[in-house]
């Protein structure tokens, strides 16, 4: 089974930043489009960002020029770096396969923007 594990999250003030990291495998990296989402209310996990291996794909019109989607270089983790962060950026953030069928969720990272 996959085990996906996301880290990096915290409470930063309007426009800190932050960087966030999924652990995954090299096989499911190399084989999977990646995305990151947010939960933030309700029951929906709203997409943020996406990429393969070896481009990035989507990023939300919300985050276009803020926030950059990354893979590292020995293909297990995945990234998302997060600049001039948003109240409204707020949530708990999840990475998984872009479009279902989805990995089983991992526990995600807070990332609360507040002054």
């Known amino acids: 089974q996959v085990k996906l594990v996301e880290s990096g999250g915290g409470l930063v003030p309007p426009g800190g930043s932050l960087r966030l990291s999924c652990a995954a495998s090299v096989d499911v990296i190399r084989g999977s489009t990646m995305g990151w989402f947010r939960h933030s209310h309700g029951d929906q996990y709203e997409l943020i960002a996406s990429?393969?291996?070896?481009?990035?794909?989507y990023i939300a019109p919300s985050v276009k020029g803020r926030f950059t989607i990354g893979v590292t270089s020995d293909l297990t983790t995945v990234t998302l770096q997060m600049n001039d962060l948003k109240p409204e950026d707020t949530g708990r953030y999840y990475c998984?396969?872009?479009?279902?069928?989805?990995?089983?969720w991992g526990p995600g990272t807070q990332v609360t923007v507040s002054s």
């Open positions: 998984n396969t872009a479009s279902p069928p989805h990995f089983h």
């Open positions: 990429r393969s291996w070896g481009t990035a794909m």
